[in-house]
């Protein structure tokens, strides 16, 4: 038995957020946080979260299931299903970001879990298929997911992500510095997308028109960051914070926190994820600028960290 330790790490979405799941390109960038995994033998299979305190069996969708941690359960259960027998494995996971976060929390915590029990059943398989059947999971948590989360955690690096198409690996001229603030509300992902699946079928011209332009700026961004133009980025970030805020994704606290980041120097800033609540991105030009926007964050209450991505990126 193989009790090896494995992780997948948790991503922003730079650019491109909800047009994603109408097939619109998003340009995402993994994080080296996220969650790590092991496994060791059982005579059921068993989930353990920490530090959450969670310790649940899976629970097959449908079945009349009051117990706490249900979706969780039912998420467990959809992973499970997609091995050819059920593993009687603990799985003990370690979660080193918040969930509902837009940060892919639920994504790197499957991609973890697919990573553990592979491991120890002797499975290989290529990130594109972890990252399939990690779906089975964020399907569970997410509803109708895009596929860009499990796509990153389960990639890494920075890409361009298409629904149904493999990821288009992006090649930073430099690392970027971002800050990532957390609003400290619960982020509404399956919320959010519902929402905007009502807005789109009452208007569906204006919110083509909105994926439109999120499609131009997930492009622009794309050469702004191989060309370095880290001004041009800042920019497009504000310009997709723009159109975010027209499909009513933001809060007034996300909207404090990029107004607050750009007035102490960040040269862009937007929600990341799913929105209505959860994380917002800053973009800064080196650690020393950055560290200057965490703390203005800070100095409202919010949490705040500094994060580099493109680091090594093929
Ligand atoms: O909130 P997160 O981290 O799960 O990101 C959601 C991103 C969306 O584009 C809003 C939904 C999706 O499935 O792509």
């Given at each position: 038995m193989n009790a090896?330790?494995?992780?997948?790490?948790?991503?922003?979405?730079?650019f491109g957020e909800h047009g994603v799941v109408?097939?619109?390109?998003?340009?995402?960038?993994?994080?080296?946080?996220?969650?790590?995994?092991?496994?060791?033998?059982?005579?059921?299979?068993?989930?353990s979260i920490e530090p959450w305190g969670v310790s649940i069996e899976p629970v097959v969708a449908?079945?009349?299931?009051?117990?706490?941690?249900?979706?969780?359960?039912?998420?467990?259960?959809?992973?499970l299903s997609a091995y050819d027998t059920t593993p009687a494995l603990h799985v003990r996971v370690k979660m080193e970001l918040p969930s509902g976060a837009g940060l892919g929390g639920s994504a790197a915590l499957s991609v973890a879990i697919v990573r553990a029990i592979d491991g120890s059943l002797g499975i290989t398989r290529t990130a594109a298929?972890?990252?399939?059947?990690?779906?089975?999971?964020?399907?569970?948590?997410?509803?109708?997911p895009s596929g860009v989360d499990t796509a990153l955690a389960a990639a890494g690096g920075v890409a361009l992500y298409i629904k149904g198409q493999p990821l288009r690996p992006v090649r930073l001229?430099?690392?970027?510095?971002?800050?990532?603030?957390h609003s400290g509300e619960p982020g509404m992902t399956k919320e959010t997308v519902a929402s905007v699946a009502r807005q789109h079928s009452q208007r569906p011209q204006?919110?083509?028109?909105?994926?439109a332009g999120m499609e131009a700026i997930v492009?622009?961004?794309?050469?702004?960051?191989?060309?370095g133009d880290l001004d041009k980025v800042g920019q497009l970030m504000e310009l997709n914070q723009k159109l975010l805020l027209t499909l009513m994704l933001s809060t007034p606290k996300l909207e404090e926190m990029c107004t607050a980041a750009v007035k102490a120097g960040a040269l862009g800033a937007k929600l990341t994820g799913g929105g209505g609540g959860g994380c917002m991105i800053a973009l800064?030009?080196?650690?020393?600028?950055?560290?200057?926007v965490q703390a203005a964050l800070q100095s409202l209450g919010y949490k705040a960290f500094v994060t580099q991505v493109g680091e090594g990126t093929p």
């Open positions: 090896r330790v494995v992780r997948a790490g948790g991503k922003v979405i730079l109408y097939g619109k390109p998003a340009l995402a960038a993994g994080l080296a946080t996220g969650a790590t995994a092991e496994v060791e033998p059982a005579s059921a299979p068993r989930l449908g079945s009349e299931s009051f117990a706490p941690h249900a979706q969780l359960a039912e998420a467990f259960a959809a992973l298929e972890i990252a399939e059947v990690a779906m089975h999971a964020e399907r569970v948590f997410h509803g109708n001229a430099r690392p970027i510095q971002l800050v990532i603030g204006k919110v083509e028109q909105i994926f492009n622009n961004g794309k050469t702004a960051l191989e060309d800064s030009a080196d650690v020393p600028s950055a560290e200057i």
